[in-house]
Structure formats: C-alpha cells, structure tokens
C-alpha cells in the first residue's frame, strides 16, 4: 500500500484494476481530487466500481463544487486518441480546470450506487466465535428443513456453499425473514484451503431485499458458479431471524441425449471423459458458449473444437449447425468472420475465422448433412474471396491488422505484420473449401481455391522458413523483421496441414514431442487438441493418453468436476481463470476418435474405420454415436492379441484393417 499526502498529483499508474493490487493507495486526511482513466480497463462487470476503505469518516464531492449534487462527472467522448480534448482531459488537476472543461457531464444520482456487493464481499473482514446459526445442514436436503441464522450485535452473517459441481443457470432463494434484511449472493467457481479465487473483473453477484414474511425470489440472469457465498444483512435493531429454506440453481444447458459413452481400465482417464462432456454440457445453451461464468459468448474457434467434442460424446448436430450459419451471419458487416457473434464488439480473430472453414468440413464429415454446407457455402466462398481480394501482399502472403493469437502462450504474434500460424491455416482453409466445393459440384471454385492454397504454400515455405533454425518464425513483424521466436503451436500446424517444405515430414513429426530449447510450448488445453492431432496423424499415439493422465489428471488432482481453460504457469495464485472451459474438452474427441479408433470414412459414417490404439490399457469400451445409430466397440487384450468386439449399425460399414464389416456385431483379432 503506497501513501498518498494531500495536495499531491497520483499517478494513474499506482492504482491496478482487480484484485491483484488489493493494497491499493493510502490518503491521509484532507481534500483529494480522484481522476480515474477509465480508458483500459477491461471487465465484464457492466459499470467501473472504486473501493474505498476507512476505520474514518469520509465524504465524496462534486469537483464541480460543494453545492452540486452530483458526486462524479465524466469528461467524454472524445472522437479520438487525436482529440486536443483528450490530452487536455489527462491532465485535469483541479475543480476548476473539471469545471471549465467543454465535454464534462454530470452523472446523475440514480446512476450510482454507494454499496458494491462483489466489494462488500471479497473485502469482508472475518470476525473471531462462530455465527449464530442452526440447521445449515438442513439447505442441503430439499426434504430435511430449513437454516435459522439469527442477527448479531457484531456483524453480518456469511455462509459459503459447496453445490458439489460447477453450474449454469438461474439461482432461486426461499426465505422467511422480517422487512429490510439484505441477502448478499456471489458466485465463484474455486477455492484452496487458504483462500477463495473470486471472480475478479466480473460482478457474479445479485443483492435481495427482504419484504416481512415468506417469500421465494429467482434471479433472471444467468450465473456459472461451483461455490456461493451468501451474506446476510439484518438492519439495525432487528431481533427476529431469517429462516433459509432452500438455495438452488435452476440448470439451464442444451437439453444433449445421453449417447456417446467410454470406459477403459485407467480410472483417471475415465473422469477426463466425465468431466469432459460434463463441461461441454454446461458450456452448451442456444449456442455453443466458451464458459459459463466470465464471458458466457460463442467464440467462433471455441466451438470448432466444441462441435467435434459435441458430434463423439452426444451425437448431436444441431447445435453446431447452427453455430456455424450463426457466423457466417457475421460477413454482413466484417470482411470475415468475427471472432464472436453476435456482439456489439465488431472483432475480428482471423485463426478463428478460418476453423470456421474447417468446422464446416468437419460438420459435413460428422454428420452427412449436406444441407448445411450448402446454406453455408455462399459465406464460405464470400470470407475466401475477401481475403484474396483485400489481405493478401505483394510476397503473396497473408497480411491483416486484427487479434492474431492462436494459444495463451508468449507466441509472437502482433496485431500487425504477416503472422505464419494464419497463412498456415489459410491454406488449411481453402483445402477445406475446395472440397466443400467438390461436394456442391463447384468444380470452379474448387479449382481457384485449391490454386490460391498452392500459390500460399509455395510463399510460405519461400518467406517464413528459417533455414539456420530448421523451423518456422512465428511472424514477419511490421517493421519488416523476421521474429526471432519459433514455437511448437507454429511447426505442429504446419505439419497438420501438410505445408512443411518437401523432405522434412521426420523432422517436423520430431517437434511434436521433441522441442528445441528455447521455443514456445502449448499453453492451454484448446492448442492440446493440436497436439494430439498431430500424434495421431504421425502414429506417435501413446503420447496420447499421457497427454490426458498429466493434464487432465492434474485438473482432477484439484478436485475438479469441468475442464479448465488454461494451463497452470510458474508464479500464478491460481491454477486458471476459467475453471469450465469447453475449448479443453479434447478427451471427449480423443478417446473414442484415437484410443477406440473410429473415425468417419465417408460423410455420416456411411463408411468409417476401426482403427483402435489400447497403448498401456488393458480394455476399453464405449459407444460412438452417428446419425445411422450407435457403433460400439470393445477392446480387451489377451495375451499378445487385440480382441475387438464391434457393433456397426445398419446402413453403415466398417473398415478394419482393410477388411469390410456390414452392420451387425463382429468379433475381430487385431
């Protein structure tokens, strides 16, 4: 905490947003004149809140004088970082400058609140003794009772529930209490047993003010949370009780059939699949969602990997053709397709855009709708024309200012410059185009596409490769230098999709597991899809399920019940923000997809392969679902034999180590 003597100019700098800088700033006494830059303050709370704290008495004025009403003013808009207003406006250092300042606004009364409940709550000083209160036990069985907590001469009563697994939904609360008590709720999805990670940046919180009597109340917006703390706030002089009967989550998700299903001799590997399609589940609503709690927005990327996840572990298709006309939607008024739709945030994030164009592949794969891609086709083509047309340079490369991330890991990758992971992927993406095209008899679009991906490749190969380091750069910057970083996200993409220089397939299937020192690894659970397509794609497939045993088990370790977004890294409190994530759902995919090895030959699984990999496990079973019914399969190794037991439903065929199986159930040596 930094002292701040009165009369003295603060730095915006001393204040942080969040509660990494819970220290703050100390005033001593006297007159203070507060300026907040609100300018980079990125939060999913819907107003700015300032949190001040005195054992003290204190009061807050209008800069605009004591007779104005009005505590706050704001100075703005401005039209842009250009606008003579806008540096005059940081230097603001007195009531009369404010005053005289053209675009100062007084913000009215009602638009300001003195009482935050995320601030009442994460800043709460706990007391010595113990509440009184009886029968907490009872609000965990809807049939055993009710909770009493009595009011209390030395402070308000907080209780914190466990509901046992992460939610998304809507919280209902039935009380009985005298007029006037405050119910203070928020949600959070993470506790260790020294403290509470609570929802920084966001405001999961709701306030309920009791009228006299027994009364129920459900919340309309939708909160993800694991753990709740209730607060409750007799007024002064109260002596009656409040009886808690009942607090609850009313889940709301996508209403998913129960169809895909694995088990094999690996416990740990069976609760990565459970908490897998548990995650997918509750980041499932109208929309695929990337999480239930912080932005609750469908992110294009995201929900490629959803969809895939969606297709193994429910057999469901709906969703995700929806999700992809939904973002196609998007090319109305951006280039290509946003990052997420529909938003008032016009963004673009082109390695999201472009896994549209293989979610719509991959969609037609899984499904054999054809439908879809041909209500989609018109986008596709639309996003593959633009950016020919406006974002390629004179190297023939692919070049645009916009949020150029592909993994939470110190990639380089500016807002600016030519980005290989995008020109790798873009090629990827016409690949994938030109077969959609195949498909709807477009042989001419077909041809172009397939042309324009040659030509990317050969420009690729010529520009982005560094000879001396036998890898990729990650990025060409603006100034026109190559970058110094080479990263494993940027080598295994490019060995995805079959544009690594001629001769070198061995070298780039030894970056998959063995990475040069110094080069960036994969960051998150999202880019670990990649990772075990890649070990799929090389045969390398035992490094598979040690992929789920070391992260996933490592989730699970922590008493997890859905998928984080992030990987821990060195110096973090916290193991992640996001503790649901479906971006990192992959074992979902991979266990019925790698390990029982089925996979679609033709669109629907008309036709698919059985191709299993057991590695170290002695049996695994589990159900694929596809739109001709399920195909199950079971594993079990006797002696130096694989023995597989396979159920291909009718009107499918299987492929088994070239052999063909119609439908029925099969016993097979392997």
């Known amino acids: 905490m930094a002292d701040h003597p009165a009369g003295h100019p603060l730095g915006v700098g001393n204040i942080q947003h969040g509660s990494e800088a819970r220290g703050g700033v100390r005033f001593s006494a006297g007159e203070h004149l507060l300026v907040f830059d609100l300018r980079n303050v990125v939060s999913h709370s819907w107003y700015p809140t300032i949190i001040l704290d005195s054992d003290d008495e204190f009061s807050l004025r209008s800069p605009l004088g004591c007779d104005d009403p009005w505590q706050f003013v704001t100075v703005g808009p401005f039209k842009s970082k250009d606008d003579p207003y806008f540096d005059e406006s940081v230097s603001l250092a007195s009531p009369e400058l404010i005053a005289r300042h053209p675009l100062v606004s007084r913000i009215p009364l009602e638009y300001t609140a003195v009482d935050d409940v995320y601030a009442r709550t994460v800043y709460a000083v706990g007391l010595d003794g113990e509440p009184s209160l009886t029968g907490l036990e009872n609000v965990l069985d809807s049939t055993a009772g009710s909770a009493v907590i009595k009011p209390s001469e030395r402070g308000d009563t907080e209780v914190i529930f466990d509901f046992g697994q992460e939610l998304t939904g809507f919280v209902d609360i039935d009380i009985e209490a005298p007029e006037g008590v405050v119910v203070d709720f928020n949600g959070f999805e993470y506790a260790d047993a020294k403290d509470i990670q609570w929802t920084d940046h966001l405001n999961n919180t709701f306030r309920y003010i009791s009228r006299g009597g027994r009364q129920s109340w459900g919340s309309i917006v939708r909160r993800g949370f694991r753990y709740a703390s209730l607060t409750i706030r007799f007024p002064e002089g109260?002596?009656?009780?409040?009886?808690?009967?009942s607090i609850r989550c009313r889940l709301s998700t996508y209403p998913y059939e129960e169809r895909g299903w694995f088990e094999c001799s690996d416990d740990v590997i069976n609760r990565a699949w459970d908490i897998s399609c548990r995650t997918i589940r509750i980041c499932s609503e109208d929309t695929f969602v990337d999480c239930p709690t912080y932005e609750q927005a469908f992110w294009v990327g995201d929900s490629r990997n959803e969809s895939l996840f969606a297709y193994t572990a429910f057999g469901d298709y709906a969703l995700a053709r929806r999700c992809l006309l939904l973002a196609g939607e998007s090319l109305r008024r951006s280039p290509m397709v946003e990052s997420h739709v529909p938003s008032g945030w016009v963004n673009l994030l082109p390695a999201w855009s472009l896994l549209w164009n293989l979610a719509c592949e991959e969609y037609y794969l899984f499904s054999g709708d054809v439908s879809l891609i041909e209500e989609v086709y018109p986008a596709v083509r639309e996003q593959n024309v633009n950016i020919h047309n406006k974002f390629m340079n004179d190297k023939g490369l692919f070049e645009i200012k916009a949020w150029n991330m592909l993994d939470w890991a110190p990639m380089d990758t500016p807002d600016e410059g030519i980005i290989t992971h995008l020109n790798i992927l873009?090629?990827?993406?016409?690949?994938?185009?030109?077969?959609?095209?195949?498909?709807?008899?477009?042989?001419?679009?077909?041809?172009?596409?397939?042309?324009?991906?040659?030509?990317?490749?050969?420009?690729?190969?010529?520009?982005?490769?560094?000879?001396?380091?036998?890898?990729?750069?990650?990025?060409?910057?603006?100034?026109?230098?190559?970058?110094?970083?080479?990263?494993?996200?940027?080598?295994?993409?490019?060995?995805?999709c079959d544009v690594e220089p001629e001769g070198l397939k061995e070298l780039f299937e030894s970056y998959i597991t063995n990475v040069p020192e110094g080069w960036v690894t994969f960051g998150s659970p999202f880019s670990l899809t990649l990772l075990m397509d890649a070990l799929d794609k090389s045969g390398i497939r035992h490094g598979i399920t040690d992929i789920i045993r070391r992260w996933w088990g490592l989730m699970l370790d922590c008493g997890v019940t859905t998928c984080w977004e992030t990987l821990p890294t060195a110096g973090s409190r916290w193991p992640t923000r996001s503790h649901c994530h479906a971006w990192s759902s992959a074992p979902a995919y991979a266990l019925p997809v790698y390990v029982l090895g089925v996979k679609p030959i033709e669109p629907g699984f008309r036709r698919f392969e059985l191709n299993p990999f057991l590695d170290d496990l002695k049996w695994a079973s589990g159900t694929v679902p596809t739109p001709y019914g399920d195909i199950k399969v079971d594993l079990r190794r006797e002696g130096s034999s694989l023995m597989a037991t396979l159920t291909v439903p009718n009107g499918t065929e299987a492929v088994v180590g070239g052999v063909e199986y119609a439908s029925g159930t099969h016993s097979i040596v392997l």
């Open 238 to 245: 109260c002596s009656e009780p409040l009886i808690l009967h």
């Open 426 to 496: 873009l090629v990827r993406a016409l690949n994938a185009s030109a077969k959609i095209a195949d498909v709807l008899g477009k042989t001419d679009d077909a041809s172009m596409f397939r042309s324009w991906a040659s030509d990317l490749r050969e420009a690729v190969n010529r520009h982005l490769w560094d000879e001396t380091a036998q890898g990729y750069v990650d990025c060409i910057r603006a100034d026109g230098t190559p970058s110094p970083v080479k990263s494993q996200q940027t080598q295994v993409v490019a060995y995805l």
